[in-house]
């Protein structure tokens, strides 16, 4: 299976992306924590994006789509993929749809939730400032994966997110409307408790992929 994870920052896309991936055995690419391991570890990548990440703007589309097409050139990601945070536009889109020719149908699911209730949860989202991994619920102040300290990400502020929410809704609409007409796109709402919204992923998915088709 081939997935793409839409919806707006804060919807929950990392969180459904990991169960997905443990509950299906498919590699979780986020190209947040792609930049961000960038960003931290210094590299020349990094070095040329902070500034961008920092400020809460998209990165140039030759950027992503060289970064994605690279990680799904992986043998890892073979027979399949869960991608949270690619494709936010329609040319990222485009290219995508090349880089899986011939590798299976494509599911694309929409998590939808209220600008006010992605507010409240970005500014109280945290990140690990050693690996700069999303914060699990269950995490109190130390990071689960590296056992870093806790903190709030630089691009939380509410100005930020106001500003990051507002360039998602322009990039959204075209990239929903790319896709909306695909019988294996579904929409969810992201605005329920997380094993709630799973389940009914786990529906929407079985449902799309029995379709077995691409677009």
Sequence with gaps: MNLVMLGPPGAGKGTQAERISRTRA?????????????????????????????????????VMIGIVQERLDRDDAVTGFVLD???????????????VDGRGPLVVLDIIVPEEVLVRRLATRRICGECGSNAAVDWLTEC????????????????IVR??????????????????????????????????????????????AARGVHR
Excluded at 85 to 99: C, E, H, I, K, N
Excluded at 192 to 199: E, R, S
């Design 26 to 62: 498919l590699p979780k690419i986020s190209t947040g924590d792609i930049l961000r391991e960038a960003v931290h570890n210094r590299t020349p990548l990094g070095c040329v994006l902070k500034e961008d990440m920092e400020a809460g703007r998209l990165i140039g589309d030759d």
């Design 85 to 99: 945070g690619f494709p936010r536009t329609v040319v990222q889109a485009s290219a995508l749809d090349r880089m």
């Design 144 to 159: 689960g994966k590296c056992g870093g300290q806790l903190v709030a990400r630089v691009d939380d502020s509410v100005d």
């Design 163 to 208: 500003d990051r929410l507002a360039i998602y809704r322009r990039q959204a609409k075209p990239l929903v409307d790319y896709y909306s007409t695909r019988p294996t796109f579904r929409q969810i709402d992201g605005n329920l408790p997380p094993d709630v919204v799973t389940a009914a992923i786990d529906a929407a998915l079985a449902d799309a």
